[in-house]
């Protein structure tokens, strides 16, 4: 079976960025699994995928464009340290989700000076190629039951 709108997709897959540095892999989870076609990756990941069939392997360099965005410097704010729960305890590198429009939003600390720290809300992904080295493992067509949910049941995906 071809990847196509509305398959349940599993693959392997190791992140490069552009300096050769694993940025995350399948080897500890387990392949992803996903239900085609409804966006639930970045667009240009989808997109190669697309027509692809298990045992398949293959190379993915995405720009910033087609993955996370390019860094918007609109979203690195500096904020009190008084304004967090426990100033003493923050550190560079720190996330923590906050509420905003649209759902929550993932804050990095990236850096701390005196009684400022510089939080910044962009994807940790922003702004880097993303180099997939990806197999797919597993294809099979979507449960009716999956198609209305958008989302995949079963290992890897939801238990309801
Ligand atoms: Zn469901």
Redo the contacts with the bound molecule.
Sequence with gaps: MDIAKNTVVSFDFILKNNDGQVLDSSEKDGPLVYLHGVGQLVPGLENELEGKKIGDRFDVSLAPKDAYGEKNDELIQKVPKSEFQSPTDLQVGMQFEVPAQGGNVLLTITAIEGDMVEVDGNHPLAGETLNFNITVTEVRAASEEEIA?G?V?GPGG?D?
Excluded: E, L, N, R
Aim: proline share 0%; net charge neutral.
């Design positions: 949910h989302h049941h939801h309801h």
